[in-house]
């Protein structure tokens, strides 16, 4: 299982590294330390966390924005029967979900607490911003 870093846990959930030092020294969130002595999170722990404190982003229409087609997050669920999975990711605030095949989740190692990239492919993409 990967150990993940306080800086590296706190861009893949979208908060500072402070945020994720509070959440260390007040017991939500259990670390331990590296052979450096530094303080790291397992992945699977961070994986739990991740999708049990996820809040919705703010409402899209209250600012401009666009998204981008690659989102680097962390793995926090993977249902698979025979055939196929489902490969659940938490980056920052989105959640985003894959359906693959079983033989690619092996390939690629998915398993919670896996840091991966979702590239995003869509015939349509809407851009919303606020009415004037």
């Known amino acids: 299982m990967p150990a993940i870093r306080i800086k590296d846990a706190a861009a893949l959930l979208g ?8 959440w260390v020294d007040s017991g ?3 670390s331990s330390t590296d052979e450096s002595g530094r303080k ?5 722990v961070l994986a739990e966390f991740a999708r049990d404190h996820a809040s919705p982003p703010p409402d899209p229409l209250g600012v401009g924005s666009s998204a981008r087609n690659r ?5 926090t669920k993977v249902t698979s029967d025979r055939v196929m999975s489902e490969v659940q990711m938490q980056c920052g605030p989105f959640t ?5 095949s079983t033989e690619s989740v092996r390939q690629l190692g998915l398993q919670p607490g896996s840091v991966a990239v979702a590239a995003v492919k869509a015939t349509t993409v809407v851009v ?3 009415a004037s």
């Open 96 to 100: 985003v979900v894959s359906l693959m």
């Open 15 to 22: 908060v500072s590294d402070d945020t994720i030092r509070r």
């Open 128 to 130: 919303e911003t606020p």
């Open 28 to 30: 939500s969130l259990p």
């Open 40 to 44: 790291v999170i397992a992945g699977d």
């Open 71 to 75: 989102f680097t997050g962390l793995v």
